[in-house]
């Protein structure tokens, strides 16, 4: 059973580019959740992907956009980007949506630092 | 607005004593809470859940209490081991929800 693995695992970007991240999610998972984690933080939820639609979304704007694939494999996106945006983007795999208490699996992140 | 607050950054415990974890909530609404233990450059990493009807789910070294009247709960480790040296987050989960909502984390230090 394979695990979440992002890529790429460090990344730096100027203000105002925009940036991907990818993430394949675990075996026998279809749903992909992504979390931005500050430093000192706690993870905050961006926004999750079901059946290759947005299904919930945190108090995060626009430019922070997502997508799932047929495979379930998910990207990140995030245009126009701002010095706080640094932070350490983790991808989560669960199971469908319905079952008692979700079982995620987060990947090892993605460390994002934007100069 | 914080619904999950872990109140201490860190915490220090000599190696074979019980280390005890905090976590308060604001959202009476929670199903599930959960403890994840996160290493450097690692992911979280799930290790003990509790469902909101019960106060008290044990595995192994790790027991986790729930009191819904204080909308508190606790990590205990015991006995601590020098492995057990991570950043311990509380998390809890609606039902029917798959959002996980983070404290800010612990950071245990199990000194030999």
């Known amino acids: 059973e394979t695990g979440v693995t992002q890529s790429p695992t460090h990344l730096i970007k100027t203000r105002g580019q925009q940036v991907t991240l990818r993430c394949s999610s675990q075996?026998?998972?279809?749903?992909v959740s992504w979390y931005q984690q500050a430093l000192g933080q706690g993870p905050q939820f961006i926004f999750q992907y079901y059946r290759e639609e947005e299904n919930g979304r945190g108090n995060f704007p626009p430019r922070f956009s997502g997508l799932q694939f047929p495979n379930y494999s998910s990207e990140l996106n995030v245009n126009a980007l701002e010095l706080d945006d640094s932070a350490l983007y983790l991808c989560a795999s669960s199971r469908s949506i319905g079952t008692d208490l979700p079982s995620h699996t987060f990947g090892s992140g993605t460390r994002l630092t934007v100069v | 607005d914080q619904q999950v607050k872990q109140n201490s950054p860190s915490l220090s415990v000599q190696e074979g004593r019980i280390s005890i974890l905090n976590c308060d909530y604001t959202n009476s609404m929670f199903d599930y809470f959960l403890w994840y233990k996160k290493y450097p450059a690692e992911g979280p990493t799930f290790l003990i859940s509790i469902s909101s009807i019960k106060d008290k789910n044990e595995d192994g070294r790790f027991t986790v209490f729930l009191n819904k009247s204080a909308k508190h709960l606790s990590l205990h480790i015991v006995p601590s081991q020098p492995g057990d040296s991570a950043v311990y987050f509380c998390?809890?989960?609606?039902?029917?929800?798959?959002?996980?909502?983070f404290g800010q984390g612990t950071r245990l230090t199990i000194n030999p």
């Open positions: 998390a809890a989960i609606g039902a029917g929800d798959q959002k996980l909502v």
């Open positions: 075996s026998g998972h279809n749903t």
